[in-house]
């Protein structure tokens, strides 16, 4: 069992930034990949960035050059650093691993 609590969304304007965490814990040692995915009101959930735990990164287009991912494997911990960010980045993000799901943290970027 492994669980993923979600931290550091809230509320910027557009160009600001935001640094969200993911941390893990319980039968994480077997988790290679980690991926950020947000879902936006009536959209379908997607893919923001992944990273293995040799650090290999993937980015979707639309955050390349904005957005960064990095974990920290002496802490079970995944981070997304976003910065220029977009009102259409405006959703809930969620991390994942090995079919785990975090409860999501909300970004809501403003105008």
């Known amino acids: 069992q492994v669980q993923l609590v979600e931290s550091g969304g809230g509320l910027v304007q557009a160009g600001g930034s935001l640094r969200l965490s993911c941390a893990a814990s319980g039968m994480v040692f077997n988790i290679l990949v980690m991926g950020w995915y947000r879902q936006a009101p009536g959209k379908q959930r997607e893919l923001v960035a992944a990273?293995?735990?040799?650090?290999?990164?993937n980015y979707a287009d639309s955050v390349k050059g904005r957005f960064t991912i990095s974990r920290d494997n002496a802490k079970n911990t995944v981070y997304l650093q976003m910065n220029s960010l977009k009102p259409e980045d405006t959703a809930v993000y969620y991390c994942s691993g090995n079919n785990y799901w975090g409860q999501g943290t909300q970004v809501t970027v403003s105008s």
């Open positions: 990273i293995t735990r040799g650090g290999n990164t």
